[in-house]
């Protein structure tokens, strides 16, 4: 059991695993930071590898209850690590469940911004409850990458 928590308590220290993430709910300067690191990513490694790397389930943009999703400029899905399904899908007319087209207004922000906060309502995948959500949303070329925070 010590071997173990040695391993985690080096991983964590390494930045393997992610502490704030890991340990409670995800804060707006948490959603901020993975996409910051996103940003990093596509910089470093091009568009493609970071949507390969943010499509992976066990990922480094995954993260529980954060996670980043990737769109291209009209909304379409290129990444999600959580819900795979929604890759090719553009859901911009889709309301959240207070009736709020939430997408349409990322794209807004990302186009009219660069970047900026979108609050609206998404279903919790640690729990399965529909929450409020904030997310941070920052366009990068053409991608517009984004993550957030579910608010109590």
Not at 3 to 10: G, T
Not at 87 to 112: C, H, S
Not at 113 to 120: I, L, P, R, T
Request: charged share 25%.
């Amino acid at each position: 059991m010590m071997k173990f928590v040695r391993i985690a308590l080096f991983a964590a220290a390494c930045g393997l695993l992610p502490l704030s993430a890991s340990a409670a709910q995800a804060t707006k300067a948490d959603a901020e930071g993975i996409v910051q690191k996103a940003v990093a990513f596509a910089t470093k490694n091009g568009d493609d590898k970071l949507v390969a790397e943010v499509n992976k389930k066990d990922g480094p943009f995954n993260q529980g209850d954060l996670y980043v999703v990737v769109f291209d400029k009209t909304g379409t899905v290129l990444a999600h690590p959580v819900t795979p399904s929604l890759v090719g899908k553009n859901q911009v007319a889709e309301p959240d469940a207070d009736g709020k087209l939430f997408r349409k207004e990322i794209l807004e922000v990302a186009d009219k911004q660069g970047s900026g906060w979108v609050n609206y309502k998404y279903k919790n995948p640690t729990n399965g409850e529909v929450q409020a959500k904030t997310s941070y949303v920052k366009k990068q070329g053409s991608l517009i990458i984004i993550a957030g925070a579910y608010v109590k």
